[in-house]
């Protein structure tokens, strides 16, 4: 048995209804293989939970930084990306309360896990909301969120690594890179894109994502890397 008090100590929570905590942890492959659990899987409160961090970060950056709106919209984004939320979720050992199918819980993609952990902890923010309230949810989000704001922002992890690269490639090159799809793996619910990227026919690198879009990414930042671009 999994044991969710640890877990509630681990996250600085008591909550009220710890079937919440339960639920925002159920991957909806477990219950297609345990149809009879209790508990319906995550996806709904991983939907409230997205909603809500993404308004718990934007109050506190728009109350502690007089910065324009762009600048803030591209914090934001590196706060709540699938990177940062699934090493958060991986840092805190939610890996061990998933329910999983099987075969989820045999696979080793590591992109894949990452996914299913960053849902998770939108899923867990979600249940935090409902069980405590606002300022539940807000502490738990500076705690292990926002407390990576400093490091965003010193390091630049805000920029766009697709308009960085592609500012370069037009000034040193005078060429536009494109992406091309060279796989699509994985199952519909956690599908893992792989990206090549290039400047004309020159292959540079390939990245990989939960979405075309996070692969470009992921490609742009592998691409910055092999150029030796800052």
Known sequence: MKDFSELEKILGVSFKNQDLLKQSLVHRSYLNENPGFPLPHNERLEFLGDAVLE????????????????????????????????????????????????????????????????NAMEAVIGAVYLDGGWTAASQLVQRYILSHLPEVLSKALYLDPKSHFQELAQEKFGITPRYEVLSETGPDHAKIFKVGLYLGDDFVAEGEGSSKQEAQVAAAQAGLKAKGWK
């Not at 919209?73 to 840092?91: F, M």
């Not at 061990?96 to 960053?118: H, T």
């Open 55 to 118: 308004l718990i970060v934007t109050e506190y950056l728009y109350k502690n930084y007089p910065n324009p709106e762009g600048e803030m919209t591209n914090w934001r984004a590196a706060l709540v990306n699938a990177n940062i939320l699934g090493d958060i979720a991986g840092n805190l050992g939610l890996a061990d309360y998933l329910y999983l199918s099987r075969g989820e819980a045999k696979d080793n993609n590591s992109k894949a896990r990452q996914y299913i952990l960053a």
